[in-house]
């Protein structure tokens, strides 16, 4: 079983619907969670973290469910601009220091 | 800030050829790594070093990979001998000391043929 896991979709949505992605990590003592964005042909970008009790960053919220260990990422009135691949990171404990571990990325297209 | 910066962008070799990736950190940035991204795989974390010092390297595939990282501002990986399989996009990023995102170089795009 990967350590972190994501639906690799595609997921192709109209401009302005609301999709929300999934992901689920396997070590329960990992201590950060993130999404980023990736681009076609470009580097990861960081979007946002994800906090204990949730977090919002305009039309991006961010979930974190510890007993279940799965993090969400939902997109209200989606853009053309928001298509691109997301990622589900998990920052946990490797050998006495923080290693990013990601999930294969959710491919997001949003269709005029 | 550059940022993090790679070079080469892309690389065409011949399998069986000696490849370098060399990476240089955002100044100051005390943890590096070097991913590999497939498109069948997504991105693995193949090795991490903080300051200086590789502290987990059990995501390089085997032995043809090996990573170094002399001084605080360069990293290379080297791959020999390179074979097709090894084709990808490699990226290396660092993260500031205390923080928590780490940021990407534009990646190597690798090439074995």
Not at chain 2, 33 to 38: A, H, K, L, P, S
Request: hydrophobic residues 30%; aromatic residues 12%; charged residues 20%.
């Amino acid at each position: 079983r990967k350590e972190v896991e994501q639906d690799p979709g595609p997921f192709n949505v109209p401009e302005g619907a609301t999709v929300a992605f999934n992901c689920t990590y396997s070590n329960s003592a990992s201590q950060s969670f993130f999404w980023y964005r990736q681009d076609c042909r470009k580097e990861p970008k960081l979007l946002m973290s994800v906090y204990s009790s949730g977090n919002e960053d305009g039309r991006f919220t961010a979930q974190l469910n510890r007993a279940s260990q799965y993090i969400s990422l939902l997109i209200r009135d989606s853009k053309l601009s928001d298509s691109a691949t997301y990622l589900c990171v998990v920052m946990g404990r490797g050998s006495g220091t923080y290693k990013y571990i990601f999930g294969t990325g959710t491919r997001l297209k949003v269709l005029a | 800030d550059a940022g993090v910066i790679q070079s080469p962008r892309h690389e065409v070799t011949e399998m069986g050829q000696e490849v370098t990736l060399r990476c240089k950190p955002i100044s100051g940035h005390n943890s590096l790594f070097w991913y590999r991204q497939t498109m069948m795989r997504g991105l693995e974390l193949l090795i991490y070093f903080n300051n200086n010092v590789p502290i987990d390297d059990s995501g390089m595939p085997e032995d043809r990979f090996s990573a170094k990282m002399p001084n605080a501002s360069f990293s290379t990986l080297k791959i020999q001998p390179s074979e097709p399989r090894d084709s990808a996009v490699y990226f290396c990023a660092s993260r500031p000391t205390g923080g928590s995102e780490a940021f990407f170089g534009q990646g190597t795009r690798l090439t074995v043929v």
